[in-house]
């Protein structure tokens, strides 16, 4: 059974670089069927895609947030990671990891999430 | 703002059908897909494509599209269908993805 796990600080301090690691159990990272997306959610506030990342290290990113996004594969631990720098307070949101499957019916839909991780961006 | 255009908020009496809309330019080039999320929830995978649920989920959801407009229709509403609703899809260049500003659904 596929599941997803994040992991990483509560909270950052503003100016600096939030990271979060996403912890795959199920099926390998490797796998050539689905790409691999983070996602947050202001409190209150809509979903927002911040990127996505294929077994093959090839990403995508939110025009909004390319400059401050890095996503990348740690493909012996089976896990993939987010870092996002300069952060300010409109940052503070729960992040969320996700698998978004490849295929041509499959609609960019993410079919498993992962709980979700609370970051708090604050000095 | 979202290139994908919600109804903030949608209530429906219970038992009856009520259909939650997304519009978008995309939408005319890009399928979509559907998600509920329950307070302090990840968000679930309800409809994906043009009219695909994933396991487990009732089939009391269905999805539609039309020109610019996918809908995601809940038959006989249920109090546990009380929740907030996203669409997602691409956005006008085809080279994002993009997720509407939700819906919240009451069940009256």
């Known amino acids: 059974q596929l599941q997803l796990q994040e992991s990483g600080p509560g909270l950052v301090r503003p100016s600096e670089t939030l990271s979060l690691t996403c912890t795959v159990s199920?099926?390998?990272?490797?796998?050539?069927?689905?790409?691999w997306g983070w996602i947050r959610q202001p409190p209150g506030k809509a979903l927002e895609w911040i990127g996505s990342?294929?077994?093959?290290?090839?990403?995508s990113f939110n025009p909004s947030l390319k400059s401050r996004v890095t996503i990348f594969l740690d493909t012996p631990k089976n896990q993939f990671s987010l870092k996002l720098n300069s952060v300010t307070a409109a940052d503070t949101a729960v992040y969320y990891c996700?698998?978004?499957?490849?295929?041509?019916?499959?609609?960019?839909?993410?079919?498993?999430w992962g709980q979700g991780a609370m970051v708090i961006v604050s000095s | 703002s979202s290139e994908l255009t919600q109804d903030p908020a949608v209530s429906v009496a219970l038992g009856q059908t009520v259909r939650i809309t997304c519009q978008g330019d995309?939408?005319?080039?890009?399928?979509a897909s559907w998600y509920q999320q329950k307070p302090g929830q990840a968000p679930l995978l309800v409809i994906y494509?043009?009219?695909n649920r994933p396991s487990g989920i009732s089939d009391r959801f269905s999805g539609s599209s039309s020109g610019n407009t996918v809908s995601l229709t809940i038959a006989g509403a249920q109090a546990e269908d009380e929740a907030d609703y996203y669409c997602?899809?691409?956005?006008?260049?085809?080279?994002?993805?993009?997720f509407g500003g939700g819906t919240k659904l009451t069940v009256l």
């Open positions: 199920g099926v390998s990272i490797t796998s050539r069927s689905s790409y």
């Open positions: 494509g043009k009219n």
């Open positions: 997602n899809s691409r956005d006008s260049s085809g080279n994002s993805v993009v």
């Open positions: 995309s939408l005319r080039s890009y399928l």
């Open positions: 996700a698998r978004q499957p490849v295929g041509p019916t499959m609609a960019d839909a993410f079919d498993v």
């Open positions: 990342i294929y077994y093959s290290g090839s990403t």
